[in-house]
């Protein structure tokens, strides 16, 4: 058993919520808990499932442990010789770790100085508003329609103002301002990728709910020193968006060489004035939403800052719209990215541009997962040294902004082996991440976050926690026992179906509530 200790930032008590100083923040030294190593007895003859999921391992590099039919021993899951004892002392812990008050060190938390000296070791106060952007952005999953055989397939299972608290986020205290459509049938595809089996009978056969708005409240705002704007924008789900996934041809976007993704760019602004929810491309809704809520929040006299989010595609969009925020209101607002699993997204020549726009970008990727490496898993940033010989080469493609790097086989609780679904899932990321003290240390002892979360969606957690794979879903999906006790699709309440005109309407409330300011800040320009 070692004991690592390491210089850092005070980690408040559990019931602390604690302000600190700017220059209080940097002076403190925290010792980390103990740390055991996790072992896992491989068998000496392997079958061919092993024997293939190593090669493969070796071959993409992927650092992929095969897996063992011995029990993980050791680590934390060492200290538990009862299995049935261990979801008992856990049931009784909370799920979240304090809120610090961040005001005074918000900056440092959100990159204005390239993340540097809080990824490794990780800063706690990071690792808790990581996890709360995760968090943002696995909403934009939880809540999607995906049941092919819905009339209301790829839209929003809830209304705007009932997101969070159909989801359990409220806790975070932010409040959903303007959902968010992209276009899915702008492209040919083969008839089988249709998103729908009811082809006449959908609430729209052209978009898809991509993502939301949302904005700090007020008690939130003086946690965090400002009032936050949050873009999330959803990974990929439908198929026709893995169509637009796989194209890899690079498109000029701005001025100069900066070229991204044909695909990403083409859903992030497509529309047709045909459709119901793309008349306006989602680049234009969202840009309309943020900008709307900067210059209101500015009026106020009040700090602002814009932080965007999303998981895989949603990571591709979230580069993109922060682009176009830092293009479209330059000096008005700091611009943040929070990634997860993000592919690239263009050339090194975009992200230079997207450096000295000053937008701050932090991807947390996964060693195994393979999506981080996509497009140019040849031609990327690694062919720089190359420059001085070939010059700049305008069709290589480059990561941007600093990179959190977690490992799958930090934490005792994974499975061994290969699982591209696993690897690549959000949930894997946030338990990843709030287990992760530093890259010379194993996951940490005093982890939050439910584990059970991890197995959503996928079969990643080990057999000895009893956590059934891919559990989420509707109640007996979906199906409802109406009052003759026949099994049917219930309607949705009148507030949860997806509708223009309804989503008109509560914008409009929204903008008489905000009357006053907005006569004052048209009153403003008019001087």
Not at 274 to 282: C, G, Q
Not at 483 to 512: F, T, Y
Request: proline share 5%; glycine share 6%.
């Amino acid at each position: 058993m070692a004991q690592s200790t390491m210089i850092f930032n005070h980690i408040p008590a559990q019931n602390d919520v604690v302000c600190l100083s700017h220059r209080q923040s940097r002076r403190f030294s925290v010792r980390g808990a103990h740390q055991e190593a996790v072992c896992v007895d491989h068998p000496s003859t392997k079958n061919p499932a092993a024997r293939l999921a190593e090669s493969l391992s070796n071959l993409l590099h992927l650092q992929i442990e095969t897996p063992a039919r011995a029990t993980v021993a050791g680590g934390n899951l060492g200290r538990f010789s009862n299995w049935d004892s261990f979801p008992e002392e856990k049931h009784s812990t909370p799920t979240t770790s304090p809120k610090e008050v961040i005001a005074e060190i918000w900056r440092e938390i959100h990159g204005f100085e390239g993340w540097e000296g809080v990824l490794d070791p990780l800063h706690p106060w990071l690792r808790r508003e990581i996890v709360k952007y995760g968090e943002f952005a696995q909403a934009t999953y939880d809540a999607f329609d995906f049941d092919s055989f819905s009339e209301y397939c790829g839209s929003c299972r809830y209304n705007a103002h009932n997101l969070f608290d159909k989801l359990g986020l409220t806790k975070n205290g932010y409040n959903v301002t303007k959902y968010i459509y992209a276009m899915s049938s702008h492209i040919n595809v083969p008839s089988w990728l249709q998103r729908s089996h009811l082809v006449d009978d959908t609430w729209s056969k052209d978009s898809n709910w991509m993502g939301y708005v949302a904005v700090s409240d007020d008690q939130e705002s003086r946690r965090i020193g400002r009032r936050d704007i949050v873009v999330a924008w959803r990974g990929t789900v439908a198929p026709s968006e893995w169509y637009e996934d796989f194209q890899r041809k690079l498109e000029p976007i701005g001025n100069d060489d900066a070229k991204v993704e044909h695909g990403f760019l083409s859903i992030y602004k497509s529309k047709s004035e045909s459709t119901r929810y793309n008349k306006f491309s989602a680049s234009e809704q969202a840009m309309k939403e943020v900008t709307k809520l900067v210059q209101m929040y500015r009026l106020k006299g009040e700090e602002v800052s814009l932080t965007i989010t999303g998981h895989s595609l949603g990571g591709a969009l979230a580069i993109l719209n922060a682009y176009e925020a830092a293009a479209t209101l330059p000096g008005q607002v700091p611009v943040s990215v929070i990634s997860f699993g993000a592919p690239r997204v263009g050339n090194i020549a975009f992200r230079d541009e997207l450096d000295q726009m000053g937008v701050k970008t932090l991807r947390v990727v996964i060693k195994q997962d393979m999506v981080p490496r996509m497009p140019g898993l040849v031609l990327n940033e690694s062919l720089e040294k190359f420059d001085d010989i070939t010059g700049t080469l305008e069709w290589v493609y480059a990561h941007v902004g600093a990179e959190l790097k977690l490992d799958v086989k930090s934490s005792p609780y994974l499975k061994r082996g290969l699982n591209l679904p696993g690897f690549h899932s959000l949930e894997t990321y946030l338990h990843l991440v709030d287990g992760f003290l530093s890259q010379t240390t194993l996951f940490r002892d005093n982890a939050r976050r439910d584990i059970a979360l991890v197995n959503k969606a996928c079969d990643m957690l080990v057999d000895e926690l009893r956590i059934p794979q891919c559990w989420y879903q509707l109640a007996n999906k979906g199906l409802v026992c109406n009052d003759h006790g026949r099994w049917v699709k219930p309607k949705r309440e009148a507030d949860d179906i997806p509708s223009p005109i309804g989503e008109a309407h509560q914008a409009h409330v929204l903008d008489v509530a905000l009357q006053p300011d907005k006569v004052l800040l048209q009153s403003l320009f008019s001087v």
